[in-house]
């Protein structure tokens, strides 16, 4: 029986929004999720506050770090909605380096910086191949951070995420592996479109933009880029950055 699988073209901001100037889409669709934000930057800086007023340091801390963590999300939300915005006006370029497979941790260490740190533990690396892939170094970023925060954010808190990298000749595959909520089959066609957040996400956060950044970016190096159910539950993201024929003029963006 075959499983549904969203893999389609990345839809436009103007293909979802019609003729509105795509510049204020993006900052209205994103205003929502940076207000919610903005709002948890004030109350924890307001708790830390009053508890040092009150000489509870303990509670002070607590707010600290809540306040260091809201800090950290609205500069990643900042972060996506500045690449979004280059992605959208063609103007982000690929500047094509060679990477060695020694390079894969590293990789999966710099993507989890912005990553809870209870949760960093929780990604397990597999890489099998030895070639040298050819990819732009400000892809891999973006693209591995939504892929692990998001198997991360919405499966157990007690599982594992692997993230695997395949390596030939002909280019580089990512697969991130969760057993979380996963995603209704109805709605994995619309993952990709900017904004798009699945009905089972509950309360947990975010402005809806990683996936729409990830098959863009992949489209940007000729790849492809699937989701899937799970073996058992969760979702599997499997992707393929093609190898550029030539690495002596960047590609932009069309």
Not at 97 to 110: D, L, P
Not at 174 to 189: C, K, M, Q, R, Y
Request: charged share 20%; aromatic share 6%; proline share 6%.
């Amino acid at each position: 029986m075959n499983r549904p699988i969203a893999s389609a073209h990345a839809p436009t901001i103007e293909e979802g929004k019609g003729s509105r100037n795509p510049a204020s889409v993006l900052l209205s669709g994103a205003g929502h999720g940076l207000l919610n934000r903005l709002t948890s930057i004030s109350l924890a800086a307001e708790t830390a506050e009053l508890a040092l007023e009150k000489q509870q340091p303990a509670v002070a801390l607590r707010g600290i770090l809540r306040l260091q963590d809201s800090i950290g999300s609205f500069q990643r939300m900042l972060e996506d909605l500045l690449l979004a915005n280059r992605l959208i006006d063609s103007r982000q370029v690929l500047e094509i380096t060679a990477w060695e497979s020694s390079f894969f941790r590293e990789w999966m260490v710099q993507a989890l910086r912005s990553v809870p740190e209870a949760d960093q533990g929780r990604v397990k690396l597999a890489v099998d191949g030895t070639a040298v892939s050819q990819t732009d170094p400000a892809i891999i970023d973006p693209l591995l951070f939504h892929l692990l925060s998001n198997a991360l954010k919405f499966s157990d808190p007690t599982s594992e995420v692997e993230l695997r990298f395949d390596a030939t000749a002909d280019g580089l595959g990512i697969t991130v592996t969760d057993s979380g909520i996963g995603i209704p089959p109805a709605e994995l066609a619309r993952v990709g479109e900017p904004f798009f957040r699945a009905s089972n996400v509950g309360g947990r956060g975010g402005l809806g933009l990683g996936t729409y950044i990830v098959r863009a970016l992949v489209n940007l190096q000729g790849g492809r880029v699937t989701w899937e159910p799970g073996t058992e539950s969760g979702t599997r993201v499997s992707l393929f950055l093609a190898a550029p024929k030539s690495t002596a003029t960047p590609t932009a963006l069309s």
